[in-house]
C-alpha cells in the first residue's frame, strides 16, 4: 500500500470524484451475523434448516432466500408470511449490529481520508438501509456518506444494474467519475453492467478472501481497503 497517490491527489488529477461502497463483505463483517439472524428468525418452524441454507444470506434478496427455500423444504407460505419473516430476521440482525463491530480494519479510516479528499461517497447495497445506518452509527461514520441506496430503494436489486444507475443519478455523476467497491460476483456484476470500474475487495479471513477462481471478473483485486486510495489520481493504478 502506498499514500503518495493520495498526498497528492487534486480535483485536477483525480480519476474519480465518487466512490460507491458496497456494505455486506465490503465495509462489515456481517455474514456470520445474517446467518445467524436467520437461524433465530425461523427456529421455531420445527425444521433443522443447514446452515449452508443462508450461505447467500449477505448478498441474496432476503424475500427471494426465505421464498426458494420455503419451496424446497415445500412449505406452504404466502408474500404476507415472506414479509413477516423477513421483518423478524431483520430486527434481530439489527440488534446484533448495534452490539457487535463490525466495520472491517482499515475502512473507517479510508472512508474519512477519501472525504478528506473531496470524494463523494454512497452505499450501495441489496440490504435493507437500518443494517447500513445501524452499523455506519456504531462506528461515527453517518455523517461522511453522502446516501444510501438499499433494497428499498430499487425494483431489481444487484446483480441488475439499477442500484447503480440511481445512485449515480442521484449525485449527479457519469460512470466514468464513479468506483465501485465490491466483494462478491454479484456486486461486480451490477457495477460492470452500469459501466463503473470496480475495485474487488477480499479482507483477509473474509468470505471473498477464500474464493477461487475468476470471482472478480477481472477487477483488481486488493486485501487491504486502503489501497482504494491508489486508484483515485490518473497516475495511479
Known amino acids: 500500500m502506498t499514500n503518495a497517490v493520495s498526498l497528492q491527489l487534486t ?28 437461524q ?3 427456529s421455531h418452524v420445527g425444521i433443522p434448516f443447514p446452515r449452508h441454507a443462508f450461505a447467500a444470506a449477505a448478498t441474496d434478496d432476503d424475500r427471494q432466500l426465505l421464498a426458494d427455500l420455503f ?25 446484533m449490529l448495534r452490539l457487535t463491530p463490525v466495520i472491517y480494519p482499515g475502512v473507517a479510516e479510508t472512508v474519512r481520508q477519501l472525504a478528506s479528499l473531496g470524494i463523494e461517497q ?4 441489496n440490504t435493507w438501509r437500518e443494517n447500513v445506518t445501524s452499523a455506519l452509527a456504531a462506528a461515527n461514520l453517518g455523517d461522511v456518506i453522502q446516501t ?17 444507475h440511481i445512485a449515480m443519478a442521484r449525485l449527479q455523476q457519469p460512470p466514468r467519475r464513479c468506483l465501485a467497491i465490491e466483494d462478491s460476483p454479484t456486486g461486480i456484476k451490477s457495477a460492470v453492467k452500469a459501466g463503473l470500474f470496480v475495485v474487488a475487495i477480499a479482507h483477509p479471513h473474509s468470505p471473498a478472501a477464500r ?12 486485501s487491504d481497503i486502503r489501497e482504494i486510495v491508489d486508484f483515485l489520481s490518473d497516475s495511479g493504478r
Open 40 to 42: 433465530r428468525a425461523v
Open 71 to 95: 419451496a424446497r423444504y415445500q412449505l406452504q407460505y404466502d408474500d404476507a408470511l415472506i414479509y413477516r419473516w423477513c421483518r423478524a430476521k431483520q430486527q434481530i440482525l439489527v440488534d
Open 11 to 38: 480535483p485536477e488529477n483525480r480519476r474519480f470524484d465518487v466512490v460507491f461502497w458496497d456494505f455486506d463483505g465490503t465495509m462489515a463483517r456481517t455474514e456470520n451475523l445474517h446467518v445467524a439472524a436467520w
Open 148 to 164: 444510501i441506496i438499499d433494497k428499498e430503494d430499487v425494483l431489481r436489486t444487484k446483480p441488475d444494474p439499477e442500484p447503480y
Open 122 to 125: 454512497a452505499v450501495v447495497t
Open 211 to 222: 474464493r477461487e477462481g475468476s470471482w472478480s471478473q477481472g477487477a483488481p483485486v486488493v
